[in-house]
């Protein structure tokens, strides 16, 4: 038995493998996290900061980030290593995960009879030499994968892949988008791109197309028949539209690219979109000699809260798309995969250009016939090439913070407006298939409902069984003496 214990316990040393046999693979990691950790020339270190006795769905969420970090050295030769540290431990535990970026978080539980705030600390650092990484809140409910392999990716990366800006025709400049160039600057860097020469375009895999306004030219196009045509990658935030809100009219606009965009059977309708869910606009009212500003719902700013389970639009809640339109493929979807990522309300309509901005105007159920018209769609082999994507959103501002000027300053985007331009960038120019991790989520399967009876049944069972065993196994081995005992008094006699 000895030696059986040492040859198992060499072999072992030798010989390491796990078998992952969750249903959702939740321990095997993808080839794109295996790539990323194969090509690792420098350790990483991962300071993970959880809270211990906390809650059971953090206590879960920190077995699991530990069990996905065992993962990650085994694949990495161990060149990812981690540890955890309790921050609520000591005040200064606590000091040092909020400067290195980790802030906690309130949580309700319930300690003796009542109610109780407590701070949960939920994150983690990722470094590299000199360089580091914050994740300064891991969602449970997101992909633990994704979160890291692309943190790790980041630190990873010496010279970041360019994205190409378009800038010829009117496009809105980087200036005037800070977030979203503050998001994509972690895996991309832009550079702009003049579409009249054509060996310009050569250089990039990816080309972002923002708010054109003026008249492209049939070389252009012809330029961006070429940039498809090689497989490459294209984001065009336009909608055609031409809202003029000092003189209260809607047109469409005649530049061009709507009817480049027919040719790849593309088709931006004219119209403009209604929806009964919307944002809402500020509206002087007097009211007994004092004027004052009233929020009214404006149905030309859609807001969009039903996406596609991709990894663009993934987690997305909800993102305004003000004066957009209808986004629809007829060609074949044999040769060209078309996936709408963002689509209106069941209570929304179209208006047809010109259309008069009538901010007092009473909506009526009647004007929402329509429903799920697509505002945003991610098309692949576009061009002939099999390779090549767009996506295409219909509104060309959803990610424009404006110019900084000495009397204004710029919007404040909300986040998903933000994120989705990045998803967009990042499903674009990915060819590792790490985005498509964003889709990989873990989910915890509830137990199963039983009736009363069958409640009863279990109960009895547990407590029985056991007790049954140990009779079973008492009567064995009294017949099995027994009968040792009747063959040895057969010997004798």
């Known amino acids: 038995m000895a030696a059986i214990v040492v040859v198992v316990n060499v072999f072992s040393y030798f010989y390491f493998f796990r078998v992952d046999l969750t249903k959702e693979r939740r321990y095997t990691l993808s080839a794109a996290t295996k790539n990323i950790l194969s090509s690792l020339t420098k350790p990483v270190t991962v300071t993970a900061y959880y809270t211990e006795n906390s809650i059971p769905v953090i206590a879960r969420s920190r077995a699991d980030f530990r069990d996905l970090l065992t993962e990650y050295a085994a694949n990495s030769g161990n060149k990812v290593v981690f540890n955890f540290v309790n921050p609520n431990k000591s005040d200064s535990l606590e000091a040092i995960a909020q400067k290195n970026g980790v802030t906690p978080f309130p949580v309700q539980v319930r300690e003796k009879d009542e109610m109780k ?97 003026d008249t492209f030219t049939p070389r252009q196009m012809h330029h961006l028949d070429e940039f498809l045509a090689r497989g490459g990658r294209l984001l065009i935030a336009y909608s055609g ?97 078309f996936t709408p990522l963002a689509i209106t309300s069941d209570a929304s309509g179209l208006e047809q250009s010109p259309v008069k901005f009538e901010l007092n105007h009473k909506w009526s159920k009647e004007e929402f016939p329509l429903e799920n018209m697509t505002v945003a769609a991610a098309l692949t082999g576009v061009g002939g090439n099999k390779d090549s994507r767009i996506i295409i959103i219909s509104n060309g501002e959803f990610a424009v913070n404006g110019k900084q000027t000495q009397t204004q300053k710029p919007i404040r985007l909300d986040d998903d407006n933000v994120n989705l331009f990045a998803n967009s960038v990042d499903w674009l120019s990915d060819n590792t298939g790490l985005i498509e991790l964003r889709s990989k989520v873990v989910k915890f399967v509830p137990i199963k409902d039983v009736s009363d009876g069958q409640k009863l049944f279990l109960k009895y069972l547990n407590f029985s069984l056991p007790i049954l065993l140990v009779l079973l196994y008492g009567i064995v081995r009294l017949q099995v003496k027994k009968r040792i005992r009747t063959k040895r008094m057969e010997e004798i006699i």
Not at 142 to 159: C, F, T, V
Request: hydrophobic share 40%.
């Open 117 to 213: 705030s407590v701070k949960v600390y939920l994150g983690a650092v990722v470094k590299m030499g000199d360089k580091s990484d914050v994740l300064p809140i891991i969602d449970p409910n997101s992909s633990l994968e994704y979160a890291l392999s692309n943190s790790i990716k980041k630190l990873s990366i010496d010279n970041k892949p360019m994205l190409g800006l378009l800038t010829d025709n009117g496009e809105t400049p980087l200036d005037e988008m800070p977030q979203v160039n503050q998001a994509v600057s972690a895996l991309h860097a832009f550079q702009t791109v003049h579409l009249d020469d054509s060996g310009y375009m050569s250089k990039y895999n990816t080309v972002v197309l923002i708010n054109p306004t």
């Open 241 to 337: 539209l031409d809202p003029d809100l000092r003189n209260g009219v809607g047109r469409a606009d005649g530049i061009g690219l709507r009817e480049w965009l027919a040719t790849k059977n593309i088709i931006l309708d004219t119209r403009y979109i209604i929806d009964a869910r919307c944002g809402s606009i500020a509206i002087p009212q007097n009211v007994g000699g004092n004027t004052y500003n009233a929020q009214v719902s404006f149905p030309f700013l859609p807001l969009i809260t039903n996406f596609a389970d991709h990894p663009v639009t993934k987690n997305l809640r909800s993102v305004m798309l003000p004066f957009t339109t209808d986004i629809r493929f007829t060609g074949d979807t044999n040769a060209v995969k």
